[in-house]
């Protein structure tokens, strides 16, 4: 069974870091590429991050590029987001996903809660 | 950037009922399009990809059809189950979600 589970949300100040950690487990994680997919509270989905398997192709939506960095270690079956320079806006609930690139989203956590707020 | 537009918003029906959404792209996406299913508080469920390939597991009552720049999915008779939010995803160039449809009844 796929299991995806998300850490390291929390309450933070604007302007400061956090750092969002999924745990993968039932798949082979290498054989897929890895989303993350952020919901403010009440809102719709927004794509955030996608890398491909090997991480030689990455991509972020301009809301984040230049302040979020993906990653992943697929010896420890993990995946990354790096979060700088945080704004109020970027409150929501973080879902990493497994699938293509380019794909769909197959398969998701049940997130992680974001809080920017002073 | 490609934008996604999904109507309606909101959507009222009944058990029994035909029903359809719509997706349209900001530019053409050939078939780069899925739609996805979201229940309060759980996260959202892919139900269709290559905007016509049902995802294994899910009913046939969902189908989904168009290329371009729209899209349609139809639920051919909708069950209890099925009253949620739906969204489309583009995946032509990098991603980019639909505002969605809530499902009512």
């Known amino acids: 069974e796929v299991q995806l589970v998300e850490s390291g949300g929390g309450l933070v100040q604007p302007g400061r870091s956090l750092r969002l950690s999924c745990a993968a487990s039932?798949?082979?994680?290498?054989?897929?590429?890895m989303h993350w997919v952020r919901q403010a509270p009440g809102k719709g989905l927004e794509w955030v991050s996608s890398?491909?398997?090997?991480?030689?192709?990455?991509a972020y939506a301009d809301s984040v590029k230049g302040r979020f960095t993906i990653s992943r270690d697929n010896a420890k079956n993990s995946l990354d987001l790096q979060m700088d320079s945080l704004r109020p806006d970027d409150t929501a609930l973080y879902y990493c996903?497994?699938?293509?690139?380019?794909?769909?989203?197959?398969?998701w956590g049940q997130g992680t809660l974001v809080t920017v707020s002073a | 950037d490609i934008q996604m537009t999904q109507s309606p918003s909101t959507l009222s029906a009944s058990v029994g009922d035909r029903v359809t959404i719509t997706c349209r792209a900001s530019q053409d996406i050939g078939s780069w399009l899925a739609w996805y299913q979201q229940k309060p508080g759980k996260a959202p469920h892919l139900l269709i990809y290559g905007a016509s390939s049902l995802e294994s597991g899910v009913p046939s009552r969902f189908s989904g059809s168009g290329s371009g720049t729209e899209f349609t999915l139809t639920i051919s008779s909708l069950q209890p189950d099925d009253f949620a939010t739906y969204y489309c995803?583009?995946?032509?160039?990098?991603?980019?979600f639909g505002g969605g449809t809530k499902v009512e009844i």
């Open positions: 039932g798949f082979t994680f290498d054989d897929y590429a």
């Open positions: 890398i491909t398997w090997s991480s030689d192709q990455i």
């Open positions: 995803q583009q995946y032509d160039t990098y991603s980019t």
């Open positions: 996903a497994k699938g293509a690139y380019p794909g769909p989203a197959e398969d």
